[in-house]
């Protein structure tokens, strides 16, 4: 029905950047919010931003200022913009989209994750 890739993660030395996105395809009518969560060794995994189909963003306190969530409705696609990475950055993230699908409704997705990880 609907398949999500998820890329940009990778190695990056404390307070750099870098950019996650995860495009997904398929029988999608529309995407009404999107969000990525984190899941670190040994940890639940955790929210860390959610952006609505209208514009609105909710960050996570340990983030705000630093990431900035964002969408393309026409890519079906949603960003990640990571600034000033910590250490404490470090884990597996993951999209998360709420999907009308042509026929089925509304579902939930994940996406595959992809490695963060921020050097000392």
């Known amino acids: 029905q609907v398949q999500l890739v998820e890329s940009g993660g990778g190695l990056v030395q404390a307070g750099g950047s870098l950019r996650l996105s995860c495009a997904a395809s398929g029988s999608i009518r529309n995407i009404n919010d999107m969000g990525w969560y984190r899941q670190a060794p040994g940890k639940q995994r955790e929210l860390v931003a959610t952006i609505t189909a209208s514009g609105n963003t909710h960050y996570a306190d340990s983030v705000k200022g630093r990431f900035t969530i964002s969408r393309d409705n026409a890519k079906n696609t949603v960003y990640l913009e990571m600034n000033s990475l910590k250490p404490e950055d470090t884990a597996v993230y993951y999209c998360?989209?709420?999907?009308?699908?042509?026929?089925?409704?509304?579902?939930?997705?994940w996406g595959q994750g992809a490695q963060v990880t921020v050097s000392s």
């Open positions: 998360n989209l709420e999907v009308n699908v042509w026929y089925y409704g509304l579902r939930n997705y």
